[in-house]
């Protein structure tokens, strides 16, 4: 029997931006528009140096979807255990990575987040589980973090981003098994583009919403929220925060979001058309957010321009950083490898 096809129905978490806005207070909330303004402009950058050749391996950007890690950050905490897939450089830089050692990271130069090791994919912080390069592979490790919360008995989360693409992965639902089955205190957030690589997730996950249909069947809440949304990304992580705390369960977030470019830098994303883009580049979460802000009159558009303009010199300050850093002694790339045994 042929497939029905029908528009999946989607119900949306939706925030009070007054009390969000309220709960934060001015100072957070410029503070948080600054942040994704560090992450746009960092990915720009490090983007513009790929394309001069600058940086090795592969790029994936995190542009468009700064309101999600952005809000999470702002609600949970960086005392959390935070994972992430490939597309990491803006959990190293929420969690207080400096600019300069994460873009000499994609540069490959010593003075890296990483020595220089890692590369964009596997950024590093205390409180960061990866950076990784297996799609799905992550869920377990973050599963084991909230596992160790819950064995030593400490006060806390873990929270998991993956992509709509990974839910096809067997690692992924035996993640949330086990995660409902010991009930561990995880977050795990879908990070909805649409597209897993070139393929679009609609012809590759069987059931949409992802989170609303999926979760239920691990006997755990499930959630869709407007990824572009930072308030509504905000309220929904703090209530859910908080919830987890109280009853160690696990929950699955959908947050719906976007891509500007294709999957990494070096796909031209030509199964996309141009309109398609422009649409999505006029709803981004930027705009949105700092639209909000001075409508409320929080910020002004001159004080939008010089924030922008501040992060835009971090960034290329980094970029200078990079450039004038030297490369890791080439007897030195073995180490720090594998571990060491003990003599
Ligand atoms: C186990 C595994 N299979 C395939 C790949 C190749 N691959 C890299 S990214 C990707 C798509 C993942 O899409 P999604 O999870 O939606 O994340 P997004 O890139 O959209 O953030 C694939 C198939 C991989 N890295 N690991
Ligand atoms: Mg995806």
Not at 221 to 244: H, I, P, Q, R, W
Not at 326 to 343: A, I, K, M, R, T
């Amino acid at each position: 029997m042929a497939k029905e096809e029908t528009q999946p129905e989607y119900h949306f978490f939706k925030s009070d931006p007054q009390v969000v806005k309220k709960a934060l207070g001015k100072e957070r909330l410029v503070e948080c528009l600054k942040q994704m303004l560090l992450i746009r402009n960092f990915e720009l950058r490090g983007e513009a140096a790929y394309q001069q050749g600058k940086v090795g391996g592969f790029y994936h950007s995190y542009r468009v979807q700064e309101a999600i890690q952005t809000s999470a950050m702002a609600a949970i905490g960086p005392q959390s255990w935070w994972t992430t897939t490939y597309r990491c450089h803006a959990l190293a830089l929420l969690l207080g990575e400096p600019p300069n050692e994460l873009m000499a990271e994609l540069y490959g130069k010593i003075t890296g987040n990483a020595l220089g090791r890692g590369g964009s994919m596997h950024f590093f912080a205390e409180k960061m589980l990866g950076g990784f390069g297996i799609v799905g592979g992550h869920l377990p490790i973050a599963t084991g973090a909230a596992f160790t919360l819950k064995y030593k008995k400490e006060r806390g989360v873990s929270i998991c981003f993956l992509g709509d693409g990974a839910v096809a992965q067997g690692a992924v639902h035996e993640a949330l098994n086990l995660a409902s089955l010991w009930d561990l205190p995880c977050i795990f957030v879908i990070e909805s583009n649409h597209w897993g690589m070139g393929t679009a997730t609609k012809r590759a996950i069987s059931a949409h919403p992802i989170a609303e249909k999926k979760a239920p069947g691990y006997n755990m809440k499930g959630y869709t929220v407007d990824g572009m949304n930072f308030f509504d990304c905000y309220a929904l992580f703090d209530k859910v925060y908080k919830e987890v705390l109280e009853t160690s369960r696990p929950v699955l977030i959908e947050a719906m979001t976007d891509r500007f470019r294709g999957h990494s830098i070096s796909d031209p994303g030509l199964y996309r058309s141009k309109g398609c883009l422009e649409e999505v580049m006029h709803h981004g979460p930027l705009k949105l957010f700092s639209d909000d802000l001075k409508e409320a009159g929080i910020l002004t558009d001159d004080e939008y321009k010089v924030m922008d303009k501040e992060q835009r010199t971090v960034a290329m300050d980094a970029m200078k950083f990079a450039d004038e850093s030297p490369w890791p002694d080439l007897l030195s790339l073995g180490e720090g490898v594998y571990v060491e045994e003990e003599s």
